[in-house]
């Protein structure tokens, strides 16, 4: 069923990038629910904000680690040649995998 309202398409996009948040570093729901326990009303305020950059991070997110993953199986035959200890290529392979996690 495709949502016809605005909240109705950020639940979409929250329940679809659930599993990116999970190993995302960065978690924007965790801020805004202290807001929220301290004050109520600030924290509902801020909500929307926060629901949107996180969507928008998470989106970001997993844009990254697609690229990544294509980066990496498009230039293993970098990383295997007799010179690769002499370029960048490990240190790209090595940012691509740890920075996500």
Avoid: R
Avoid at 13 to 24: D, F, R
Avoid at 31 to 38: C, G, S
Avoid at 71 to 87: G, K, P, S, T
């Amino acid at each position: 069923k495709v949502p016809t309202t605005f909240q109705g398409w950020m639940a979409l996009i929250g329940k679809t990038l659930a599993p990116a948040e999970e190993v995302s570093p960065f978690k924007l729901g965790q801020i805004q629910q202290l807001i929220q326990d301290v004050n109520k009303d600030a924290g509902l305020f801020v909500a929307p904000a926060f629901v949107m950059g996180q969507v928008l991070f998470l989106i970001a997110f997993v844009l990254y680690l697609i690229a990544a993953i294509f980066a990496i199986v498009l230039d293993f035959d970098a990383a295997e040649c007799a010179c690769a200890d002499e370029h960048w290529v490990w240190l790209y392979v090595l940012l691509a995998t740890a920075i996500p996690t």
